[in-house]
Every structure is written in C-alpha cells, then in structure tokens.
C-alpha cells in the first residue's frame, strides 16, 4: 500500500475503532449489523484495507453515526489547476 493511503487507512482504522468502542459494540457484532465478514472490521479498523463506499454507508449506519466521523482529523487538499494558454511571440512568421 502507497504510504499516503496506509496513513489514510490507518487513520480511518482509528476513527472506525473509536466510534464501534463508543457505540459498546463488538467487532463481530459490527460485522452482523453491517452485513460484513467478521474479518473484514478487524482488516479496516487495523489499516489493511481501505472501504468502498457501500462499505462507509453500511458501517455508518450500523453505528447510528454519520460517516464524516469516518474522516475526522483528515482533509483533502486539491491541487490547484493552471489553465493552459498560447503565448505569442513578435519573433513569429508573418
């Protein structure tokens, strides 16, 4: 995994693991109530795997919490677009 996106599964690890321990859930208790594999919510709360989003919409809900907690501590920063252009010299054919 690049190591920009194991930072960002870790960190969504995290924020998961912190949210299921909150709601008193289990693991596998999470997995029944999102309709995963029991592997599958150690495997992300651990980083290993990064969530699809049908996978964010089903946790979320099984938590009774919104999936921006998901992210929280995490921001996308977009590069900004340089619009190209023709540059014309006087040097040119006529």
Do not use: I, Y
């Not at 290993?48 to 501590?73: D, N």
């Amino acid at each position: 995994m690049a190591p920009v996106r194991s930072e960002f599964a870790k960190r969504f690890g995290a924020n998961l693991s912190r949210a299921r321990r909150e709601a008193g859930v289990s693991q596998e208790e999470l997995s029944h109530r999102a309709s995963l594999h029991r592997t599958a919510v150690g495997q992300l709360e651990r980083g290993e795997r990064v969530a699809r989003a049908e996978t964010l919409f089903k946790l979320a809900c099984a938590l009774s919490v919104s999936v921006e907690l998901f992210f929280e501590g995490m921001a996308w920063e977009a590069p900004s677009l340089a619009v190209g252009r023709f540059e014309f010299s006087d040097s040119g054919p006529k």
